[in-house]
Structures are given as C-alpha cells and as structure tokens.
C-alpha cells in the first residue's frame, strides 16, 4: 500500500510524494520507491492524499480554507513538526523516512502514523460528542432515502476509521415503478483484496441456492447496491463481484458489527454487519485499527436497529 503526503509549500504550489510502505518491494529494492510531482495548490481536491504538511508560513484566509476542508479527508499538520521548512526539507524527509517498519504503531519514529492517529482520535472524539445527533439523522436518512443513508455512512466510517479507501455493499428494494437497471462502470483500487477474490470461484453454488430461497417478486425487485471511494463515496448498482461477495458473507452478517478478516501487512480489512436486518459488506484500508475504533463503529451500528 502506498502512503501519499502532499507539501503546500507556498498559495499555488502542491509538492507530492508517493511513497510505497510494502516491506517486501522495499527489500527488493533495497530502497524506498517514492514517485514526486509538483502540481497547482488548486488541483488539490483531484489528489486523494493520506496526508497533508503545510508551511507554517501560510497565513491567507484562502489557505486556511483549504486546510480546515482537506482535514475532513486526511490529516493536516503543520510542516515545521517534522523539521521541514523548504521544499529540501521535504524531500530529503520522505526520502529519509524509514517506511521498513510503517506498519508497526509501536516503532519510536513513526511519527507519521501518530500523526495519524491522533487525526483519527480527533474524529472519533467528535463523533462521541454528537453520537446521538448523528445517530437520529441517520435513522431520519435510512426511513426516507437509502442511498443517502449509505452515502453519509461512508462518510462516518471514513472519518472515524481513517480508511484510504472503503467500499461498502448492500441489498437494496428496486422501486416497483423503476424496472430498468442502471449500468454504471466502477473503478476498483489497484490491489485488489486477495483474501476475498480467492473465494469467488466457489461462490456460484451459492449464489444460487440464495435466489432459490427468495419468491419470485423478491428476485424480481431485489438489487445490490455499491458505495465506494476513496475521497467521497459514489453509489452504482453493484456487479457480479458484489453479488458473490453477499453470497459468500451475507449469512455471516449475523452481528451488528465486527471485523472477521484483517490483514495487517496489506492495511485491509473486511468487516460485516446488520442494518435493520440488511446484510451490509465493508471492505476498507486503513493505516489504524484499534478497540476505541471498533468500540465506536459497533455502538453505532447497534443503535442503528432501534427504530
């Protein structure tokens, strides 16, 4: 998985480096891979970054604006925290950085990811203040319109999960009044999750014996829906991989909430649960999970069955 950290080193100017976190690649080239441009500071909100540094030098209300609206997406620190006060200092930065062991939360230096988590603690903090403000327009979005409902749910989770990318699926009630398929073509990350594509050649049998059980007006009207991104969520109708992903895990959507396949090395995970008794598929990457996370999404979902 790659980590992208943005530099606004001046009002127009976005210094960018990729950096690859995979221990495996790094040792095979005994380096890190890192992949640097310089855009707009206007180009932004196109750039889905894992972290944002500024100079401290920035004073205008037009950067302050840009800063408190990217925060919402990733966190953003002040550069002179990690000794960068020029574009030097930057580079030489994330060249330097010791991306072997990023993954492991309890390195002394990995001043990254505390940064992150405390982004993440920041949200998490916030969520608690105002859980029940949320959690009464979320039942207000679910009774009235469902794809909304997932869409602002995405948004929680990103905020609260710190997720690089989520994707969250579902079943959904086609309109009697609205027959036709929509066909949306959707983008999936570039790595994709191997734990779950290992299981779809197997999944045929089940999808089948799914559609047996249901009537036949409720195979006529029921649809998988797809909500995914990685800045902000996009609704589809879901594909063939979505359908064998339910058929494999909806019968397992036994819980509220909870995180059954979690692959530390690659940053993913999979996590299923029950709103109002829909089977709901989470699939997410994140640099942090831990029990206040879990401890906070769970609360959620399980306020989320009370009508």
Request: proline content about 2%; charged content about 20%.
């Amino acid at each position: 998985m790659n980590f992208k950290i943005g530099y606004l080193c001046s009002e127009k100017s976005l210094l960018i480096n990729i950096i690859n976190t995979n221990t495996a690649a790094i040792a095979a080239n005994n380096k890190n891979q890192n992949v640097k441009t310089k855009i707009s500071a206007s180009e932004i909100k196109s750039e889905n970054l894992n972290m944002l540094l500024f100079s401290s030098d920035l004073q205008s209300e037009d950067v302050a604006h840009i800063l408190e609206e990217e925060n919402k997406y990733y966190p953003v620190w002040p550069a002179n925290s990690f000794n960068i006060k020029s574009e030097d200092d930057f580079d030489n930065f994330t060249s330097s950085y010791d991306f072997n062991n990023f993954n492991n939360f309890n390195k002394s230096d990995n001043s990254l990811l505390e940064v992150y988590s405390k982004w993440i603690i920041c949200n998490n903090i916030k969520l608690l203040d105002n859980f029940f403000i949320v959690l009464e327009h979320l039942r207000s979005l679910l009774e009235s319109d469902r794809t909304s409902f997932f869409e602002e749910l995405w948004q929680i989770l990103k905020s609260n999960l710190g997720t690089t990318y989520m994707r969250i699926i579902y079943h959904d009630l086609l309109p009697v009044s609205n027959n036709t398929n929509v066909t949306t073509t959707t983008v999936a990350p570039t790595d994709s999750f191997e734990s779950i594509d290992n299981q779809l050649s197997s999944s045929t049998n089940n999808t089948n014996k799914a559609h047996k059980e249901r009537t036949n007006e409720q195979v006529k009207n029921l649809i998988t829906m797809l909500v995914e991104g990685e800045r902000k969520p996009l609704s589809c109708d879901g594909k063939e991989l979505e359908n064998h992903l339910l058929a494999i895990y909806g019968e397992k959507c036994t819980s509220n909430f909870y995180t059954p396949e979690i692959s530390l090395e690659k940053n993913e995970f999979l996590s299923l649960g029950l709103v109002r008794k829909t089977p709901v598929i989470i699939l997410w990457r994140s640099f942090i999970y831990n029990k206040l996370q879990q401890s906070l999404i769970k609360a959620l979902f399980d306020g989320l069955k009370y009508d």
